[in-house]
């Protein structure tokens, strides 16, 4: 069975320009949440999906934003970048996203020059 | 707000030792938890679940447990392996509808 599937792997973006990662879960799964990782803050929930609705949202700004299509693929966009979106950010899936493992993807490393 | 301490930061053991590492919510209200390892620049791995209606998981040589009154879970390592060098991760959520809260994990050496 296929793993999550993360791309691009790494990007480098600069400020003030837009940007757009993508997931692939694993088959089955229907949730698909998001988190920005970085050595100051470590990791931090953005938002979750369960067929194509966004279920939970973290304290980020409007800048961050998501989708998930039927076939529960989802993406994550960032606008008007800045500095401190670098990091490292991970997309995990789940069969429910209730009370069912978390299973992750190895990430798209963002650098914001 | 929720907050997730894990306890200690950083531990370097020498092969064989067993040890134990914590994980402690602000707020006690856990619906459930997972514990994660993260090797360097990869995604986290998950190692166990303890779902709503369990105390405890057991895989292999690791076993963790979860105390809800008091928000507190720990995970046991048997017969450590440099294989084991990682930093682990708790998470967890309040519940069942609420979003998932990583600690900030141990960094874990296990010297050959």
């Known amino acids: 069975k296929a793993g999550v599937t993360q791309t691009p792997r790494y990007l480098i973006k600069t400020r003030g320009q837009q940007v757009t990662l993508s997931c692939s879960p694993i088959?089955?799964?229907?949730?698909v949440s998001w988190y920005q990782q970085t050595p100051g803050q470590g990791l931090q929930f953005l938002f979750e999906y369960f067929s194509e609705t966004q279920r939970n949202k973290g304290n980020f700004p409007g800048r961050f934003s998501g989708r998930q299509f039927s076939n529960s693929r989802s993406e994550m966009n960032v606008s008007t970048l800045e500095l401190g979106d670098s990091a490292l950010y991970l997309c995990?899936?789940?069969?429910?996203?209730?009370?069912?493992?978390?299973?992750f993807g190895n990430g798209t490393r963002l650098t914001v020059t | 707000k929720q907050e997730v301490t894990q306890i200690p930061a950083a531990l370097s053991v020498p092969e064989g030792e067993n040890l134990v590492l914590n994980c402690s919510f602000t707020d006690s209200a856990i619906y459930n938890l997972q514990w994660f390892r993260q090797d360097p620049g990869k995604g986290l791995t998950s190692l166990l679940l303890?779902?709503?209606?369990?105390r405890e998981q057991t895989s292999g040589r690791l076993n963790a447990s979860l105390d809800k009154s008091s928000g507190r879970s720990t995970l046991y390592i048997a017969a450590s392996q440099p294989g084991d060098s990682a930093t682990y991760l708790c998470?967890?959520?309040?519940?069942?509808?609420?979003?998932?809260?990583f600690g900030p994990g141990t960094s874990l050496s296990v010297i050959p």
């Open positions: 303890i779902q709503s209606s369990q």
């Open positions: 088959s089955g799964h229907r949730s």
């Open positions: 995990a899936s789940s069969f429910t996203g209730y009370n069912s493992p978390l299973h």
């Open positions: 998470a967890g959520a309040k519940t069942s509808y609420d979003k998932v809260i």
